[in-house]
């Protein structure tokens, strides 16, 4: 993986420095277009990539914003939001598809450790296994309300940890060759390997809760 820099990555992906939402889905749209052409092209794919969290819209400000760890009963109210978020787009026929998929499926793991259902493998649907990669690289990378971004190299770092336990190891194989394929800023060519010391689990778990 070539030394990635946060300015190649947003050159990459959308020019301007803007919302979670605007970038993540951009990001999501372009891992998509590599990987599955024909969801890239759906538009409802796209809905599905902006409306992911709008679950969150029940769980409570205090909570969404906490700093600092969060309590049993607020890692609940939390993993409500895939649900909820499900339950509100069933509403609306049009997003009671894959947009669906993206929005109760970004937090399942492969492994099957995520929520709400525990899915494994294939089981989760594609498109929210290429979400979930997209949304998890830019939450590291950006600063959150409970801590600071984390440097490019890290949360790459980190992907390629969980490869295989929180990610599907294909798709995120995939995923990494193309954010080095962004950094076509990074100029020195013989620093093709950045390895440095894996993320702390324990922060490591907080970010997957809060992602
Ligand atoms: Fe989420």
């Known amino acids: ?80 939001h895939p649900w909820l978020g499900e339950r509100i787009v069933a509403t609306v026929p049009p997003l009671n598809g894959v947009a669906r998929h993206v929005i109760g499926g970004h937090h399942e793991k492969w492994d099957g450790s995520g929520y709400p259902r525990g899915l494994r493998g294939e089981d989760i649907p594609l498109v929210a296994r290429i979400f979930a990669l997209a949304d998890a690289f830019d939450v590291m990378t950006n600063d959150q309300p409970y801590r600071q971004a984390l440097p490019i190299d890290l949360a790459v770092t980190e992907i390629d940890a969980k490869a295989g336990s929180h990610f599907d190891p294909m798709l995120a194989r995939i995923f990494l060759r193309m954010l080095g394929e962004l950094s076509v800023g990074a100029t020195d060519a013989t620093t093709t390997e950045t390895r440095i010391a894996p993320a702390d689990e324990t922060a490591a778990g907080e970010r997957a809760a809060r992602v």
């Open 1 to 80: 993986m070539r030394a990635l820099e946060l300015h190649d990555y947003r050159r990459g992906v959308f020019a301007e420095t803007g919302s979670h939402l605007d970038r993540v889905a951009n990001l999501a749209l372009r891992f998509a277009e590599q990987v599955a052409p024909e969801l890239a092209a759906d538009p409802l794919v796209a809905y599905g990539f902006r409306l992911h969290d709008i679950g969150m819209i029940g769980v409570s400000t205090l909570t969404a914003v906490k700093q600092g760890p969060l309590t049993h009963a607020e890692l609940d109210e939390i993993r409500e």
